[in-house]
């Protein structure tokens, strides 16, 4: 197993910059989820990593290797797509069984044991002789990861393995996944645009924006302290709620707290200064409570989840707000909202710059 490092690297296709300048360590024996909207480079990282693209610029290591010019085969790389190539007249086994028969150096036992090892994880034991066109497309993309594992290749990737699979497959696949990563800690990076997949399967995430990386943490840092406020946005179901804020003395005003709060770090003056709180972090009342403001309820929604989303006008903003229970406010009435400035987040020019002490108290 080996750290993955991208050292200033650069992709352009014609006038196109997929990739700008990046610069990160992707951690040995670590799941790293690529995570970002459609076109923002995380395919084209993989690629590149694997060796599928050359880099326009820049370099990128295996451990202290430098994989430059070096073809695919020559990577010690597995790969995991959204449509693997299977072979339907092989049985399950016989598919994982492919790469280690290439495996000159191992034993009949060491490939049998790989292979049993593989189908314990994946819980696939019983099927090991169905043939691959009798299995479903979640099976499919499980014989897919095991076969890719069992090679004990120094890194495993996975191109949104789960794009084609049904929800209620998606789910056991991840599961499937997280047993395969937590019991073989191999070095993996998992590409998804499903923050989902993402926040259940990485020890680490890095957020791509635009060819760079946005963020780079664990996820729940990555969930509760974003970097920038398209990090707030783009994670959660909805994202983040973004107000003014205002500096003022000791600290800064928001239409969502009743009077100043006291922050850790400064908001600098003659800059636009926005604040950041998720949906959840949002309390609704009938009845106004020290701390509230009042506000204008428009509409209000189940989500997935069981819980409600609530959309409110304050001042001419509208806050969305995650709660467990109906107001007795019909649309257009008022309700009071309070928010908890221990988890709000300051920003200036899209970058998270201050926040609320822990237990943090309005400065009065």
């Not at 923002?40 to 050359?54: A, D, H, N, P, S």
């Not at 003014?244 to 400064?266: D, F, K």
């Not at 819980?307 to 806050?319: E, L, M, P, S």
Request: proline fraction near 5%; charged fraction near 25%.
């Amino acid at each position: 197993m080996v750290d993955i490092v991208i050292e200033n690297v650069t992709k352009r296709f014609g006038t196109f910059t997929a990739i700008d300048g990046m610069n990160a360590v992707f951690e040995d024996g670590a799941v790293t989820c690529l995570l970002g909207p459609s076109g923002c480079g995380k395919t084209t990282l993989m690629r590149m990593i694997v060796g599928l693209e050359t880099q326009t610029s820049g370099r990128i290591l295996f451990g202290n290797r430098d994989m430059s010019g070096l073809p695919p085969r020559k990577r010690n790389a597995g790969m995991v797509f959204q449509y693997p190539v299977m072979y339907q007249t092989l049985s399950v086994e016989e598919n994982i069984a492919l790469p280690l028969n290439q495996d000159k150096s191992l034993s009949a036992a060491e490939r049998q044991r790989r292979i049993d090892e593989v189908l314990d994880v994946l819980d696939m034991r019983d099927r090991r002789k169905l043939f691959i066109g009798d299995l479903d497309a979640g099976s499919r993309q499980k014989v897919a990861v095991g076969r890719a594992v069992a090679r004990r290749s120094d890194i495993v990737l996975f191109d949104e393995p789960t794009t084609n699979v049904e929800v209620q497959a998606k789910l056991l696949l991840i599961r499937a996944f997280k047993l395969v990563t937590q019991r073989l800690k191999q070095t993996i990076i998992y590409v998804t645009h499903d923050q989902t997949e993402a926040m259940t399967l990485a020890d680490k995430v890095a957020l791509m924006r635009n060819g760079r990386i946005e963020q780079y943490d664990k996820p729940a840092n990555l969930y509760n302290r974003p970097a920038s406020d398209f990090a707030g946005w783009f994670l959660g179901n909805p994202g983040m709620n973004f107000v003014p804020a205002r500096a003022v003395a000791g600290g800064a005003e928001t239409l969502l707290t009743a009077g100043p709060l006291a922050l850790e770090g400064a908001l600098e003056g003659g800059k636009d200064f926005r604040a950041g709180i998720r949906p959840e972090h949002i309390g609704l009342s009938d009845e106004a409570r020290p701390g509230s403001v009042p506000g204008t309820l428009k509409d209000i929604n189940v989500s997935i989840a069981g819980r409600f989303i609530a959309r409110v006008t304050v001042d001419g903003q509208d806050i969305k707000v995650k709660t467990d229970r109906v107001p007795a406010a019909r649309r257009g009435g008022q309700v009071h909202l309070f928010a908890d400035p221990a988890e709000m987040s300051f920003y200036a020019d899209g970058r998270r710059i201050a926040a609320v002490p822990a237990g943090g108290q309005h400065n009065r």
